[in-house]
């Protein structure tokens, strides 16, 4: 069992910056790849980005490559969304999730979820 608690989210303006952090708990975090998701009003739940294990491999949706960089610290439990350019369609509410194998782009593929944080992009 892991427990997720993501942080860093906020209210910025277009073409603005913010790091996201997710802490995981447990000694197995590298076992786990880690997502990250958001959920806009009105959306489904959107793939963001994933990363491996060992972090030697990431994954984006179209829609943020090259603005957001998924990464993790294994020693510190923490994966780590930094997200760059941002733009007002990028509100939504940003989960993390783990899941005891290889990264996947599927929520429902993913065991373990935070609670979400508030991301909100002015114009």
């Known amino acids: 069992q892991v427990q997720l608690v993501e942080s860093g989210g906020g209210l910025v303006q277009a073409e603005g910056s913010l790091r996201l952090s997710c802490a995981a708990s447990?000694?197995?975090?590298?076992?786990?790849?880690m997502g990250w998701f958001r959920q806009a009003p009105g959306k489904e739940r959107e793939f963001v980005a994933a990363?491996?294990?060992?972090?030697?491999?990431?994954s984006y949706a179209d829609s943020v490559k090259g603005r957001f960089i998924i990464s993790r610290d294994n020693a510190k439990n923490t994966v780590y969304l930094q997200m760059n350019s941002l733009k007002p369609e990028d509100t939504a509410v940003y989960s993390c999730?783990?899941?005891?194998?290889?990264?996947?782009?599927?929520?429902?593929?993913?065991?373990?979820w935070g609670q979400g944080t508030q991301v909100t992009v002015s114009s």
């Open positions: 990363i491996s294990q060992s972090g030697s491999t990431t």
């Open positions: 999730a783990a899941r005891p194998d290889s990264g996947s782009r599927y929520p429902n593929e993913y065991n373990y």
């Open positions: 447990g000694r197995t975090f590298s076992n786990y790849a």
